[in-house]
Protein backbone atom coordinates (compact mmCIF):
# COMPACT_ATOMS: atom_id res chain seq x y z
CA UNK A 1 0.00 0.00 0.00
CA UNK A 2 1.55 3.61 -1.31
CA UNK A 3 1.20 6.69 1.23
CA UNK A 4 1.42 9.79 -0.83
CA UNK A 5 4.10 12.08 0.98
CA UNK A 6 1.86 15.82 2.15
CA UNK A 7 3.47 18.32 -0.21
CA UNK A 8 5.40 21.19 1.84
CA UNK A 9 2.24 23.84 1.19
CA UNK A 10 -0.14 21.25 2.72
CA UNK A 11 1.96 20.26 5.98
CA UNK A 12 2.54 24.59 6.58
CA UNK A 13 -1.31 24.80 5.99
CA UNK A 14 -2.15 22.03 8.66
CA UNK A 15 0.44 22.97 11.35
CA UNK A 16 -1.20 26.72 11.26
CA UNK A 17 -4.56 25.21 11.39
CA UNK A 18 -3.91 22.85 14.18
CA UNK A 19 -2.00 26.07 16.27
CA UNK A 20 -5.50 28.17 15.27
CA UNK A 21 -7.23 25.34 16.79
CA UNK A 22 -4.84 25.04 19.85
CA UNK A 23 -4.90 29.03 20.52
CA UNK A 24 -8.74 29.50 19.78
CA UNK A 25 -11.60 26.79 21.25
CA UNK A 26 -14.02 25.65 18.22
CA UNK A 27 -16.49 27.13 19.63
CA UNK A 28 -14.95 30.75 19.48
CA UNK A 29 -13.61 30.50 16.17
CA UNK A 30 -16.60 31.55 14.13
CA UNK A 31 -17.25 34.84 16.48
CA UNK A 32 -13.15 35.71 15.99
CA UNK A 33 -13.53 35.11 12.27
CA UNK A 34 -17.19 37.09 11.63
CA UNK A 35 -15.36 40.17 14.44
CA UNK A 36 -13.63 42.04 11.79
CA UNK A 37 -16.89 42.56 9.52
CA UNK A 38 -19.00 43.28 12.34
CA UNK A 39 -16.88 46.45 13.87
CA UNK A 40 -17.23 47.79 10.55
CA UNK A 41 -20.86 47.22 10.24
CA UNK A 42 -20.64 48.89 13.41
CA UNK A 43 -18.62 52.27 12.26
CA UNK A 44 -20.55 52.04 9.43
CA UNK A 45 -23.72 51.52 9.85
CA UNK A 46 -25.04 51.69 13.48
CA UNK A 47 -22.87 54.26 15.07
CA UNK A 48 -24.27 56.91 12.38
CA UNK A 49 -28.01 55.63 12.71
CA UNK A 50 -27.42 56.00 16.82
CA UNK A 51 -25.92 59.05 16.57
CA UNK A 52 -28.42 60.54 14.16
CA UNK A 53 -30.91 59.53 16.46
CA UNK A 54 -29.21 61.67 19.59
CA UNK A 55 -28.68 64.58 17.50
CA UNK A 56 -32.16 64.66 16.82
CA UNK A 57 -33.13 64.98 20.28
CA UNK A 58 -30.93 67.96 20.41
CA UNK A 59 -30.63 71.66 19.48
CA UNK A 60 -27.35 71.10 17.92
CA UNK A 61 -25.44 73.32 14.82
CA UNK A 62 -23.14 72.03 12.50
CA UNK A 63 -20.46 73.37 13.68
CA UNK A 64 -21.20 71.48 17.09
CA UNK A 65 -20.63 68.37 16.05
CA UNK A 66 -16.52 68.12 16.08
CA UNK A 67 -16.90 69.35 20.01
CA UNK A 68 -19.95 67.26 20.88
CA UNK A 69 -21.86 70.25 21.89
CA UNK A 70 -25.65 71.18 21.83
CA UNK A 71 -28.29 71.02 24.34
CA UNK A 72 -30.75 68.29 24.90
CA UNK A 73 -34.57 69.69 23.92
CA UNK A 74 -36.52 66.51 23.80
CA UNK A 75 -39.19 66.02 21.11
CA UNK A 76 -39.02 69.45 20.43
CA UNK A 77 -37.77 68.88 16.90
CA UNK A 78 -40.16 66.46 16.19
CA UNK A 79 -42.87 68.74 17.20
CA UNK A 80 -41.44 71.68 15.05
CA UNK A 81 -41.53 69.07 12.42
CA UNK A 82 -45.30 67.96 12.57
CA UNK A 83 -46.14 71.75 12.77
CA UNK A 84 -43.70 72.27 9.51
CA UNK A 85 -46.37 72.82 6.36
CA UNK A 86 -42.59 72.21 4.49
CA UNK A 87 -42.29 69.10 5.96
CA UNK A 88 -45.81 67.70 4.98
CA UNK A 89 -45.53 68.95 1.55
CA UNK A 90 -41.95 67.55 0.89
CA UNK A 91 -43.24 63.70 2.61
CA UNK A 92 -46.06 64.49 -0.35
CA UNK A 93 -43.66 64.80 -2.65
CA UNK A 94 -41.46 62.17 -2.03
CA UNK A 95 -44.05 59.90 -2.04
CA UNK A 96 -45.64 60.88 -5.17
CA UNK A 97 -42.32 61.52 -7.00
CA UNK A 98 -41.04 57.13 -5.47
CA UNK A 99 -44.69 56.26 -6.68
CA UNK A 100 -44.58 57.20 -9.65
CA UNK A 101 -40.84 56.60 -10.39
CA UNK A 102 -41.24 53.39 -9.52
CA UNK A 103 -44.40 52.39 -11.24
CA UNK A 104 -43.27 53.09 -14.45
CA UNK A 105 -39.20 51.66 -14.13
CA UNK A 106 -41.02 48.09 -13.11
CA UNK A 107 -43.51 48.65 -16.05
CA UNK A 108 -41.32 50.01 -18.48
CA UNK A 109 -38.62 47.43 -17.31
CA UNK A 110 -40.68 44.50 -17.50
CA UNK A 111 -41.62 45.24 -21.25
CA UNK A 112 -37.88 46.01 -22.25
CA UNK A 113 -37.20 42.53 -20.41
CA UNK A 114 -40.05 40.75 -22.40
CA UNK A 115 -38.64 42.14 -25.34
CA UNK A 116 -35.15 42.00 -25.02
CA UNK A 117 -35.89 38.07 -23.72
CA UNK A 118 -36.92 37.28 -27.58
CA UNK A 119 -34.60 36.00 -29.89
CA UNK A 120 -33.36 38.36 -32.96
CA UNK A 121 -30.49 39.68 -34.61
CA UNK A 122 -27.94 42.03 -32.72
CA UNK A 123 -29.93 40.87 -29.17
CA UNK A 124 -26.84 40.91 -27.27
CA UNK A 125 -25.70 44.62 -28.49
CA UNK A 126 -29.28 46.11 -27.69
CA UNK A 127 -28.83 44.21 -24.53
CA UNK A 128 -25.81 45.78 -23.55
CA UNK A 129 -26.89 49.16 -24.75
CA UNK A 130 -30.01 49.17 -22.71
CA UNK A 131 -27.35 49.09 -19.49
CA UNK A 132 -25.57 52.49 -20.68
CA UNK A 133 -28.05 54.95 -18.88
CA UNK A 134 -27.17 53.20 -15.38
CA UNK A 135 -23.58 53.22 -16.17
CA UNK A 136 -23.36 56.70 -16.72
CA UNK A 137 -22.24 58.81 -13.80
CA UNK A 138 -25.52 60.70 -12.33
CA UNK A 139 -23.80 64.17 -12.83
CA UNK A 140 -22.98 63.47 -16.29
CA UNK A 141 -26.78 62.37 -17.20
CA UNK A 142 -27.54 65.56 -15.41
CA UNK A 143 -25.75 67.62 -17.68
CA UNK A 144 -27.34 66.00 -20.77
CA UNK A 145 -30.70 66.30 -19.65
CA UNK A 146 -30.40 69.78 -18.80
CA UNK A 147 -29.42 70.44 -22.25
CA UNK A 148 -31.97 69.05 -23.69
CA UNK A 149 -34.47 70.58 -21.35
CA UNK A 150 -32.92 74.02 -22.22
CA UNK A 151 -35.53 76.17 -23.03
CA UNK A 152 -33.63 78.32 -25.95
CA UNK A 153 -31.45 75.57 -27.62
CA UNK A 154 -32.90 72.02 -25.79
CA UNK A 155 -33.22 68.98 -28.75
CA UNK A 156 -36.90 68.77 -26.92
CA UNK A 157 -38.19 72.46 -27.88
CA UNK A 158 -36.69 71.78 -31.30
CA UNK A 159 -38.15 69.08 -32.11
CA UNK A 160 -41.93 70.07 -30.80
CA UNK A 161 -40.94 73.29 -32.76
CA UNK A 162 -40.15 71.00 -35.89
CA UNK A 163 -43.48 69.45 -35.31
CA UNK A 164 -45.35 72.84 -35.41
CA UNK A 165 -46.54 71.88 -31.60
CA UNK A 166 -44.83 75.18 -30.22
CA UNK A 167 -43.69 77.95 -31.59
CA UNK A 168 -40.49 79.79 -30.89
CA UNK A 169 -42.03 82.60 -28.52
CA UNK A 170 -43.65 79.84 -26.77
CA UNK A 171 -40.37 77.76 -25.82
CA UNK A 172 -41.23 75.80 -22.36
CA UNK A 173 -38.82 76.52 -19.75
CA UNK A 174 -39.13 73.01 -18.58
CA UNK A 175 -37.13 72.92 -15.42
CA UNK A 176 -38.28 76.27 -14.57
CA UNK A 177 -42.38 75.37 -13.79
CA UNK A 178 -44.01 73.16 -11.62
CA UNK A 179 -45.48 70.62 -13.63
CA UNK A 180 -42.90 70.26 -16.14
CA UNK A 181 -40.43 70.61 -13.81
CA UNK A 182 -41.46 67.66 -12.11
CA UNK A 183 -42.42 65.36 -14.77
CA UNK A 184 -38.95 66.45 -16.19
CA UNK A 185 -37.41 65.20 -12.85
CA UNK A 186 -39.44 61.64 -13.18
CA UNK A 187 -38.56 61.17 -16.24
CA UNK A 188 -34.72 61.83 -15.75
CA UNK A 189 -34.98 58.98 -12.86
CA UNK A 190 -37.26 57.03 -15.07
CA UNK A 191 -34.47 56.71 -18.00
CA UNK A 192 -31.24 56.31 -15.62
CA UNK A 193 -32.77 53.94 -13.04
CA UNK A 194 -35.09 51.79 -15.55
CA UNK A 195 -32.04 49.49 -16.35
CA UNK A 196 -31.89 47.85 -13.12
CA UNK A 197 -35.29 46.25 -13.35
CA UNK A 198 -34.33 44.95 -16.91
CA UNK A 199 -31.35 43.03 -15.75
CA UNK A 200 -33.26 41.68 -12.79
CA UNK A 201 -36.77 40.33 -14.73
CA UNK A 202 -34.07 39.31 -17.26
CA UNK A 203 -32.40 36.75 -15.35
CA UNK A 204 -35.79 35.95 -14.03
CA UNK A 205 -37.25 35.14 -17.91
CA UNK A 206 -33.92 33.21 -18.38
CA UNK A 207 -34.52 30.38 -15.82
CA UNK A 208 -38.62 29.97 -16.49
CA UNK A 209 -39.02 26.47 -18.19
CA UNK A 210 -39.92 26.69 -21.46
CA UNK A 211 -41.90 23.36 -21.08
CA UNK A 212 -44.78 25.14 -19.30
CA UNK A 213 -44.94 27.43 -22.53
CA UNK A 214 -45.64 24.99 -24.45
CA UNK A 215 -48.58 23.38 -22.75
CA UNK A 216 -49.68 26.27 -22.06
CA UNK A 217 -50.09 26.63 -26.36
CA UNK A 218 -50.92 23.06 -26.83
CA UNK A 219 -53.91 23.74 -24.38
CA UNK A 220 -54.86 26.30 -27.10
CA UNK A 221 -53.71 29.33 -24.39
CA UNK A 222 -52.81 32.68 -26.57
CA UNK A 223 -50.06 35.16 -26.21
CA UNK A 224 -52.21 37.23 -23.18
CA UNK A 225 -52.54 33.81 -21.56
CA UNK A 226 -49.88 32.95 -21.46
CA UNK A 227 -47.99 36.04 -19.80
CA UNK A 228 -50.72 36.26 -17.24
CA UNK A 229 -50.58 32.41 -15.99
CA UNK A 230 -47.06 31.82 -16.74
CA UNK A 231 -44.94 34.73 -16.85
CA UNK A 232 -46.43 36.98 -14.68
CA UNK A 233 -46.54 34.25 -12.22
CA UNK A 234 -43.23 33.31 -12.36
CA UNK A 235 -41.56 36.74 -12.29
CA UNK A 236 -44.40 38.01 -9.25
CA UNK A 237 -41.76 37.51 -6.74
CA UNK A 238 -39.20 39.12 -8.28
CA UNK A 239 -41.54 42.16 -9.17
CA UNK A 240 -42.05 42.55 -5.15
CA UNK A 241 -38.81 42.80 -4.34
CA UNK A 242 -37.85 45.26 -6.80
CA UNK A 243 -40.82 47.04 -6.30
CA UNK A 244 -39.14 47.44 -2.18
CA UNK A 245 -35.61 48.31 -3.28
CA UNK A 246 -36.42 50.44 -5.76
CA UNK A 247 -39.47 52.25 -3.69
CA UNK A 248 -36.48 52.99 -0.82
CA UNK A 249 -33.68 53.71 -3.07
CA UNK A 250 -36.04 56.55 -4.51
CA UNK A 251 -37.81 57.70 -1.24
CA UNK A 252 -34.29 57.98 -0.64
CA UNK A 253 -32.87 59.77 -3.77
CA UNK A 254 -30.68 62.92 -3.69
CA UNK A 255 -28.77 63.45 -6.52
CA UNK A 256 -30.72 63.57 -9.48
CA UNK A 257 -33.71 65.96 -8.17
CA UNK A 258 -30.88 68.28 -6.25
CA UNK A 259 -28.69 68.71 -9.56
CA UNK A 260 -31.69 69.72 -11.56
CA UNK A 261 -34.26 71.46 -9.55
CA UNK A 262 -32.80 71.81 -6.04
CA UNK A 263 -36.10 71.10 -5.24
CA UNK A 264 -37.71 74.22 -7.18
CA UNK A 265 -39.64 76.00 -8.95
CA UNK A 266 -41.93 77.35 -5.69
CA UNK A 267 -41.21 73.76 -4.45
CA UNK A 268 -42.48 71.49 -6.60
CA UNK A 269 -39.72 69.22 -6.29
CA UNK A 270 -38.63 69.28 -2.77
CA UNK A 271 -38.17 66.26 -1.75
CA UNK A 272 -37.42 64.96 2.35
CA UNK A 273 -33.58 64.22 1.18
CA UNK A 274 -33.41 67.64 -0.14
CA UNK A 275 -35.33 69.20 3.24
CA UNK A 276 -32.87 67.38 5.22
CA UNK A 277 -29.58 68.71 3.79
CA UNK A 278 -31.55 72.20 3.61
CA UNK A 279 -32.87 71.83 7.45
CA UNK A 280 -29.67 70.73 8.01
CA UNK A 281 -27.43 73.42 6.84
CA UNK A 282 -29.65 76.34 7.68
CA UNK A 283 -27.99 77.56 10.64
CA UNK A 284 -29.36 78.62 14.12
CA UNK A 285 -28.98 75.24 15.65
CA UNK A 286 -30.76 73.61 13.29
CA UNK A 287 -29.03 70.44 12.62
CA UNK A 288 -31.07 68.57 15.00
CA UNK A 289 -34.18 69.46 13.23
CA UNK A 290 -32.21 68.00 9.87
CA UNK A 291 -31.40 65.15 11.82
CA UNK A 292 -35.24 64.41 13.50
CA UNK A 293 -36.40 64.34 9.79
CA UNK A 294 -34.01 62.17 8.31
CA UNK A 295 -35.08 59.58 11.43
CA UNK A 296 -38.70 60.00 10.35
CA UNK A 297 -37.42 59.18 6.91
CA UNK A 298 -36.21 55.90 8.33
CA UNK A 299 -38.74 55.10 10.37
CA UNK A 300 -41.29 55.15 7.45
CA UNK A 301 -39.04 53.34 5.31
CA UNK A 302 -38.68 50.49 8.13
CA UNK A 303 -42.22 50.10 8.21
CA UNK A 304 -42.42 49.50 4.40
CA UNK A 305 -39.95 46.91 5.07
CA UNK A 306 -42.64 45.27 7.67
CA UNK A 307 -45.09 45.36 5.87
CA UNK A 308 -43.31 43.70 2.67
CA UNK A 309 -41.86 40.51 5.40
CA UNK A 310 -45.31 40.48 6.41
CA UNK A 311 -46.61 40.02 3.20
CA UNK A 312 -43.90 37.51 2.39
CA UNK A 313 -44.52 35.40 5.36
CA UNK A 314 -48.37 35.06 4.39
CA UNK A 315 -47.22 34.38 0.84
CA UNK A 316 -45.23 31.29 1.98
CA UNK A 317 -47.60 29.84 4.39
CA UNK A 318 -50.02 29.87 1.17
Known amino acids: MTVEAASPQETVATRVAGIGRTLIPDRW?????????????????????????????????????????GSFVGFDNYLWLLQNAQFWHALKTSTLYAGIVVTLQIVLGTAVALLLHQSFKGRAFVRGLVL?????????????WMLLYNALFGAIN???FSLGLISRIDAIAWLSQPDSAFAGVVLVSLWKYFPFVVVIVLARLQVIPQDL???????????W????????????????VIALLRTIFMFNNFEVVFLLTHGGPMQAT??????????????????????????????????????????LRREDRQ
Open 29 to 69: LGLVLLAPSAVVFLLLLIYPLLYGIWTSFHSVDILDLASGG
Open 132 to 144: FPYMMPVVAVILV
Open 158 to 160: YIL
Open 213 to 223: YEAARIDGAGA
Open 225 to 240: SRFVDITLREIKDVLI
Open 270 to 311: LTLPILVYETALDGDRAFGRGSAIAVVMFGLLMMTMMVYFRF
